[in-house]
């Protein structure tokens, strides 16, 4: 079955810095990526999805990287800020199917920006 | 508003006793999802809902949990004689009709804690 791993230790980096997260899958190539943000007492927030035919999105500060020779997705956050901190979280649909919408999701990294 | 909105935000009860946790998707999503999310643990998925198809409940961890979803928009999940592990974040999201791609837009959870 398909696991998702992300760095389960917290990421901590000085303000203005680039910030780089980890998402690696063990199965299937999926044909999407999800990235969503979580604060600490709110619900999941979406940022960036990606598809299987896309080597890179970007939106504003974030850059979302998709390989699915390395079975990997990275996402980016350039000149972080204090207010980027919080844990970030991958998902990708639990089988290959382009029309599925049941996700699986990563334990997410928690990500600490310095001032 | 126009989010995901999610009631009781938080619920302490005895072990033993019944719960329901109501989500109030976005208007129009067709789509509705419920998550838990254990402390240290990923967003487990419990019920999946798609307009007036029959509900997906693969992820129900026990008999004792269900759910419905009344005239395609609001949804609530039961918990008949909780037990102490299912204290948890129970999460809400809703997405648009169409594909799996589309983002989920989640609720802020209701926190359960059982005595």
């Known amino acids: 079955s398909q696991k998702i791993e992300q760095n389960s230790e917290a990421l901590n980096i000085q303000e203005g810095k680039t910030a780089t997260l980890t998402c690696n899958y063990t199965n299937y190539s999926p044909a999407y990526l999800q990235w969503y943000r979580q604060d600490p007492g709110r619900g999941p927030v979406f940022l960036l999805l990606?598809?299987?035919n896309e080597k890179e999105k970007r939106k504003e500060r974030l850059k979302v990287t998709f390989d699915t020779t390395l079975k990997q997705s990275l996402f980016h956050i350039t000149a972080s800020q204090p207010a980027d901190s919080a844990t970030y979280l991958c998902?990708?649909?639990?089988?290959?199917?382009?029309?599925?919408?049941?996700?699986?999701w990563g334990l997410g990294t928690s990500l600490a920006v310095n001032p | 508003g126009a989010g995901v909105s999610q009631s009781p935000s938080n619920k302490v009860t005895e072990k033993g006793k019944d719960v329901e946790l109501r989500c109030d998707p976005i208007?129009?999503?067709?789509?509705l999802y419920w998550y838990r999310q254990s402390l240290g643990q990923g967003l487990e998925f419990l019920i999946y809902?798609?307009?007036?198809?029959?509900?997906?409940k693969s992820g129900l961890p026990s008999d004792r949990f269900s759910a419905e979803r009344t005239g395609g928009s609001v949804s609530t999940l039961t918990i008949q004689r909780t037990q102490q592990e299912d204290s948890a974040v129970y999460l809400c999201?809703?997405?648009?009709?169409?594909?799996?791609?589309?983002?989920?837009?989640f609720g802020d959870g209701t926190r359960l804690s059982i005595l």
């Open positions: 998902a990708l649909p639990d089988e290959y199917a382009g029309n599925n919408r049941k996700l699986i």
């Open positions: 809902f798609q307009g007036n198809s029959a509900p997906d």
């Open positions: 999201a809703s997405s648009p009709a169409g594909t799996g791609r589309q983002p989920q837009h």
């Open positions: 208007s129009g999503h067709t789509a």
């Open positions: 990606i598809r299987e």
